[in-house]
């Protein structure tokens, strides 16, 4: 399975600034995605980053909040805007293989601590 | 409805038994199942995947679909204390979107 680097690990911010983190994969991919997994929760897709194309977003999740790049196979990236202390969560970008019904592998996530 | 289903526990086992996992999906169309364990403070890590009816198996663990009853399990032999976890269930459902269940906690207790 594909090698998925993602940074930072961990952060803590302000309230109000915002934070990029980073997905880089070793291998070619269509297909990247963004979860959001707070605390004692399951994951939560936040948006769907495939490369040429504007992300799709999940209801519930705007593109002023969280605006995605996908400028090639191998990278994206997911900015929280305007933190406040309910964005504090895990943040969690995957992928999937190109063949159908493929599963979906993680990155480390990036846990953020919103003060 | 949620799409899937997991009895969020939690699941305590003593060490050497063996833990049932078990996972309900409502989408009949959906074809791919996978299960997922997540330590705390990790990422979710794929440890199975399932696509056709019957038992898979892989090492200490085995995945059980059946398409019929929309319902999917993970059985743990001899269960150990390092496989305490959170273990997420996924299906791919017929519009290609993936959808995780809330997760069942499992504690093996030495």
């Known amino acids: 399975s594909a090698v998925i680097s993602q940074k930072p690990s961990r952060d803590i911010c302000q309230r109000g600034t915002s934070l990029t983190i980073q997905c880089q994969v070793d291998s070619q991919v269509t297909m990247m995605f963004w979860y959001r997994q707070q605390p004692g929760q399951s994951l939560t897709l936040i948006a769907t980053a495939n490369q040429g194309s504007e992300a799709t977003y999940e209801s519930g999740f705007v593109i002023d909040k969280f605006p995605i790049s996908r400028p090639n196979l191998t990278f994206s990236t997911l900015t929280v805007s305007n933190m406040s202390p309910e964005d504090s969560s895990i943040y969690l970008c995957?992928?999937?293989?190109?063949?159908?019904?493929?599963?979906?592998?993680f990155g480390d996530g990036t846990r953020l601590s919103i003060l | 409805q949620k799409e899937v289903e997991q009895n969020s526990g939690p699941l305590s086992v003593p060490e050497g038994a063996i833990a049932s996992l078990n996972c309900t999906y409502s989408d009949r169309g959906s074809q791919s199942f996978f299960w997922y364990r997540q330590y705390s403070g990790k990422s979710p890590e794929l440890i199975m995947f399932?696509?056709?009816?019957g038992d898979k198996e892989d090492g200490r663990f085995t995945a059980q679909l059946n398409k019929a009853s929309q319902y999917v399990s993970l059985l743990i032999r001899d269960s150990q204390p390092s496989d305490s976890a959170t273990y997420l269930c996924?299906?791919?459902?017929?519009?290609?979107?993936?959808?995780f269940g809330t997760g069942t906690s499992l504690t093996v207790i030495p």
């Open positions: 399932i696509y056709s009816n």
């Open positions: 995957s992928v999937e293989g190109d063949s159908g019904g493929q599963p979906q592998h």
């Open positions: 996924a299906v791919r459902g017929t519009g290609n979107q993936f959808y």
